[in-house]
Nanobody, 124 residues
Framework: QVQLVESGGELVQAGGSLRLSCAASGRTSSSYNMGWFRQAPGKEREFVAGISRSGGSTAYANSAKGRFTISRDNAKNTVFLQMNSMKPEDTAVYYC?????????????????WGQGTQVTVSS
């Protein structure tokens, strides 16, 4: 089992940058593919980015491509989401999640463990 704690969410202006962190405890996070999801008020949760166990493979939602970068430091059991050129539509609660599957998945229902989320607000 693994526990996930997100941090780094805050209020930022449009065009600004933010880096989210997800610290894992318990079973080492390198046993899991990791994903970032987000949920805006009144909307369904959506996939943002995912990264393989080794960090060698990544995947992004179209909305994140070219602006967001997912990375991980397995020595520190931490996953990051660097967000640049942020837009008001990026406003959401951001969650990290862990999955033991073979491949990175964009489906939230395959992820076994979830953090509590961190609020990101982008002002226009």
């Amino acid at each position: 089992q693994v526990q996930l704690v997100e941090s780094g969410g805050e209020l930022v202006q449009a065009g600004g940058s933010l880096r989210l962190s997800c610290a894992a405890s318990g079973r080492t996070s390198s046993s899991y593919n990791m994903g970032w999801f987000r949920q805006a008020p009144g909307k369904e949760r959506e996939f943002v980015a995912g990264i393989s166990r080794s960090g060698g493979s990544t995947a992004y939602a179209n909305s994140a491509k070219g602006r967001f970068t997912i990375s991980r430091d397995n020595a520190k059991n931490t996953v990051f989401l660097q967000m640049n050129s942020m837009k008001p539509e990026d406003t959401a609660v951001y969650y990290c999640a862990a999955d033991r599957g073979l491949l990175i998945s964009g489906r939230g229902d395959v992820y076994e463990y979830w953090g509590q989320g961190t609020q990101v607000t982008v002002s226009s």
